[in-house]
């Protein structure tokens, strides 16, 4: 038999003339042992009680989007045309190669950013892989130039 050291790795390996069970209860408790366990906390008695129904995040934004689309007031205009965008800050264009705003107010890379990123890595490589070969070729030397 072989049991579990304080760290949690398996000790040593050792003869056992009887191994006893764990004495734990399979399966569900019964609901009056529930009740004693449940009453033996003191502390937590009946907190756990009461169903809180809280109003969720959604809810939240739902109302502050309906507060925003409803008249501020009793004399306020209706919603339709007279809410359309007044000024040109207002106004969002999406252009259609280069997308500036990401769905959480980070930025995306457009069309041509990652376009001309991609062909900059390329020539930065190239560029790159020939000027150690030459370096590497006149320090070590080529092995085709000095052998005829």
Do not use: C, W
Not at 22 to 43: D, F, H, M, T
Not at 45 to 73: C, F, M, N, W
Request: net charge positive; glycine share 12%; proline share 7%.
């Amino acid at each position: 038999m072989s049991l579990l050291d304080e760290k949690g790795s398996p000790g040593i390996v050792e003869r056992a003339v009887e191994a006893i069970p764990p004495s734990s209860q399979i399966g569900p408790i019964a609901e009056s042992q529930r009740a004693e366990i449940r009453k033996s906390l003191a502390s937590i008695y009946g907190h756990y009680d009461q169903t809180i129904d809280r109003e969720s995040a959604y809810e939240k934004v739902k109302a502050r989007t309906l507060a925003k689309e409803t008249p501020a007031g009793p004399g306020a205009a209706p919603a339709g045309p007279a809410a359309q965008p007044t000024g040109f800050r207002d106004v969002r264009f999406e252009h259609p190669v280069r997308n500036d705003r990401a769905p959480r107010g980070g930025r995306h890379e457009g069309l041509v950013d990652a376009a001309a990123k991609s062909a900059a890595r390329s020539f930065g490589s190239a560029v790159s892989r020939s000027i150690i070969r030459g370096a590497l070729g006149s320090i070590l030397g080529s092995g085709s130039r000095g052998r005829r």
